[in-house]
DNA sequence: CGTATGCTCAAACGATCGTTTGATTCCCTG
DNA sequence: CAGGGAATCAAACGATCGTTTGAGCATACG
């Protein structure tokens, strides 16, 4: 089937899907390397343990994730002229193209789960490798804001975060009309997500 | 029959408490037992299985949470004067009362792992014993926000719920300030909720 | 050609899982 | 007090888990 790609980037994949499908405990390393079709044996020789196969299959899509949104921030942030949703669109645009982006939409179910599951040491991971990001975001959000008070900022913010996960996990689901170009359809949603996004945070 | 619902009860209020720890997965009936003080055989007596047991756990939550929600409804639906907030506050209010009522705030962790699972069997069950609350509510909001298409309302019902997930099952974590009685810092965070998601449902 | 190296493979490891069993204890009722 | 169903218990069941092993295969280099 896939036999053309690398043995490491099939199991990757594989690993998506089985993740967003069942969980991290949920997808046993058999169903994974049987549908990969690789070998057991694989997952432990090339990646070392389940658990470490976990942070890759994160760390191969929030690589690129992260740098397309600070690529997108950089170009807004500290501008005069720049409007919050202008930096909202610079958060949400690259997750959506991500989504669109073949299996990639998997992804956004897997980081629901990460969210929802409590587990120290991804948070600890996920927070290490990727925190600067929501800082960066935060800095800006607060230069917008002005009018809000720290604890304020950040309540909101948890509450957006909530919102566009739970969103973007289930975008996959969403149909579009018929007619409806995918890039119409993801414009469209990005429009509605940065518009409540905008409205949830700046309302008085 | 007295000493069997105690049995019951100890076990589910540890399953409330384990589930929301690892998952219903990671949590094994071995450790469930251990922490409920009880022997291991006693969940598949009492219960049947775990599948049997993970409803349990929801629908003893579920229950009286739907009906303080119908009930907060029920006075204000329909009538002329009621207000966006008001809705949101029937909504919401028995959520957090359930939150703060021992150990009850788990179960919003409980809650929100069960919506990032996209397992069908546990969507199902929570569908046939939550749809027509969720039902309920839309037809209000759908009343006092005319102006709003049915797909559009759709939208922002779900980017509320996400977010008011998120939000909520991590209640237990905010702490309140020394001074601010636990109801003072409640009515706070219902008024912070309430503000959120009126705005995000009826920006412009 | 010989061999070293990176990779794949079937097989097995010990641990832990949910569930079942059969004996034992408890408690209510006649 | 005696009998019987409900509840609890230790123990074991088969299945499945993540991980390890050591042999076998391939390709590249001296």
Redesign the interface.
């Known amino acids: 089937m896939n036999s053309s790609a690398s043995t490491k980037e099939r199991i990757l994949t594989a690993a998506e899907l089985l993740f967003?499908?069942r969980?991290f405990?949920?997808a046993s390393l058999r169903q994974l390397t049987a549908a990969a079709g690789v070998n057991l044996a694989a997952v432990n020789y090339h990646f070392g343990s389940k658990d470490k196969l976990v942070e890759e299959v994160f760390r191969r899509r929030l690589d690129t994730l992260n740098t397309h949104r600070l690529a997108a921030l950089s170009e807004v942030a500290g501008q005069p002229q720049t409007t919050l949703e202008d930096v909202l669109d610079a958060f949400i645009r690259p997750a959506l193209a991500l989504s669109s982006d073949g299996s990639g939409s998997l992804f956004m179910?897997v980081l629901?789960?990460a969210?929802?599951?409590?587990d120290d040491t991804l948070r600890q991971f996920l927070s290490e490798n990727y925190g600067h990001v929501m800082r960066q975001f935060t800095a800006e959000f607060a230069r917008l804001l002005p009018k809000l008070s720290r604890e304020e900022l950040y309540?909101?913010i948890?509450?957006?975060?909530?919102?566009?996960?739970?969103?973007m996990?289930?975008f996959g689901m969403i149909q579009r009309k018929s007619g409806v170009s995918e890039s119409s359809h993801r414009e469209q949603t990005i429009a509605?997500?940065v518009?409540?996004a905008?409205?949830?945070l700046s309302?008085p």
Chains 1, 2 share one sequence.
């Open positions: 967003a499908q969980g405990d949920g179910r629901a789960r969210f929802a599951e409590h309540w909101r948890d509450l957006v975060t909530g919102a566009l996960t739970h969103a996990s289930g509605h997500l518009r409540f905008a409205a949830g309302h």
